[in-house]
């Protein structure tokens, strides 16, 4: 997705469609400022997944929910670019953050609880 700033960032898309209104859960994976603040729930590494080529964290603090209605415009109008799946064991940790983070909004919490296997 762009970022606003001429880059791209991978998101996650964490769920399947959720709800009546079939939303899912996104997550994004910025690279690591070692001057700035960032969660070390989860840290990924070149290699983790083709899009990352250096140390990035997951950003669970800017998890979003999005109706797969938005998401799927999107890549049709060439805005937003899908980059492949997560190995099962990099999404593994990357599940396991959103049980670890304290950076977690409740209502993301809320949404991951409304479907018990949701990410499990």
Same mark, same amino acid.
């Given at each position: 997705?762009?970022?606003?700033?001429?880059? +791209? +960032?991978?998101? !996650? /898309?964490?769920?399947?469609?959720?709800? =009546?209104?079939?939303?899912?859960?996104? &997550?994004?994976?910025?690279?690591?400022?070692?001057?700035?603040? +960032?969660? =070390?729930?989860?840290? *990924?590494?070149?290699?983790?997944?083709? %899009? !990352?080529? +250096?140390?990035?964290?997951?950003?669970?603090?800017?998890?979003?929910?999005?109706?797969? /209605?938005? !998401? =799927?415009?999107?890549?049709? #109008?060439?805005? %937003? $670019?899908?980059?492949? !799946?997560?190995?099962?064991? &990099? %999404?593994? #940790? &990357?599940? /396991?953050? $959103?049980?670890?983070?304290?950076?977690?909004?409740?209502?993301?919490?809320? %949404? *991951? =609880?409304?479907?018990?296997?949701?990410?499990?």
């Amino acid at each position: 997705m762009p970022s606003g700033h001429d880059t +791209h +960032h991978l998101f !996650i /898309q964490m769920t399947d469609p959720l709800g =009546e209104d079939n939303k899912i859960l996104l &997550v994004n994976v910025s690279s690591i400022n070692m001057e700035t603040y +960032h969660d =070390e729930t989860c840290i *990924l590494n070149a290699g983790d997944h083709p %899009f !990352i080529t +250096h140390p990035s964290y997951i950003r669970y603090d800017k998890a979003r929910i999005e109706p797969v /209605q938005k !998401i =799927e415009d999107a890549v049709q #109008r060439s805005i %937003f $670019f899908p980059r492949g !799946i997560l190995s099962e064991a &990099v %999404f593994v #940790r &990357v599940v /396991q953050g $959103f049980r670890d983070s304290p950076r977690v909004a409740r209502n993301i919490l809320r %949404f *991951l =609880e409304e479907d018990q296997n949701a990410i499990d």
